[in-house]
T-cell receptor, first 115, second 117 residues
Framework: DSGVTQTPKHLITATGQRVTLRCSPRSGDLSVYWYQQSLDQGLQFLIQYYNGEERAKGNILERFSAQQFPDLHSELNLSSLELGDSALYFC??????????????FGEGSRLTVL | AQKVTQAQTEISVVEKEDVTLDCVYETRDTTYYLFWYKQPPSGELVFLIRRNSFDEQNEISGRYSWNFQKSTSSFNFTITASQVVDSAVYFCALWGAGGTSYGKLTFGQGTILTVHP
């Protein structure tokens, strides 16, 4: 158990809809990262937050947004969903210093299916 | 830009065989970290090892061993006497400590390892 909690574990929705994925980092971790794992793109970095502020951005679509709240949990919002958004979305967290050594603790993922 | 290449898409072995998973990386950062993660059928990502760019010592942990060669930009992973429970997807990943690399872990495409009884 990594200590990172993601909800929901599974989600099925229709094209055009909007969903929110939630992540609670390990106790004390200030950084939260979102990754997307799809069959065609593999594991891709989406975005990082550190103590409520956006720190780094990867291949995140404009239809997607994220935020980190004062209690350090994070939400990834996916809107105008397309079939291609079907993927496993991972949240990870790391300790103080903005993950200076890259050691991330991954949650179990939220599997999104868009029909 | 960072890049991680795992040339082997799928490997199939019989139990007790040794197997090596290859990983080649590209980065302009002088300080970086390399990782291996395991993703079993249940889907979670399990951390296996981290190695920084200044430490080229090979490492052994039980049946697992890692060979880091900076000269060839490779970080290969060997499982000795493989077992059925080793069946999983294995990812090599790179973390750069500088510039635009900071904050993101770049993953290879993964190698699907199947160990048959």
């Amino acid at each position: 158990d990594s200590g990172v909690t993601q909800t929901p574990k599974h989600l099925i929705t229709a094209t055009g809809q909007r969903v929110t994925l939630r992540c609670s980092p390990r106790s004390g971790d200030l950084s939260v990262y979102w990754y997307q794992q799809s069959l065609d793109q593999g594991l891709q970095f989406l975005i990082q937050y550190y103590n409520g502020e956006e720190r780094a951005k990867g291949n995140i679509l404009e239809r997607f947004s994220a935020q980190q709240f004062p209690d350090l949990h994070s939400e990834l919002n996916l809107s105008s969903l397309e079939l291609g958004d079907s993927a496993l979305y991972f949240c990870a967290s790391s300790g103080t210093g903005g993950a200076y050594n890259g050691e991330l603790f991954f949650g179990e993922g939220s599997r999104l299916t868009v029909l | 830009a960072q890049k991680v290449t795992q040339a082997q898409t799928e490997i199939s072995v019989v139990e007790k065989e040794d197997v090596t998973l290859d990983c080649v990386y590209e980065t302009r950062d002088t300080t970086y970290y390399l990782f291996w993660y395991k993703q079993p059928p249940s889907g979670e990502l399990v951390f296996l090892i981290r190695r920084n760019s200044f430490d080229e010592q090979n490492e052994i942990s039980g049946r697992y061993s890692w060979n880091f060669q900076k000269s060839t930009s490779s970080f290969n992973f060997t499982i000795t006497a493989s077992q059925v429970v080793d069946s999983a997807v294995y990812f090599c990943a790179l973390w750069g400590a500088g510039g635009t690399s900071y904050g993101k872990l770049t993953f290879g495409q993964g190698t699907i390892l199947t160990v048959h009884p």
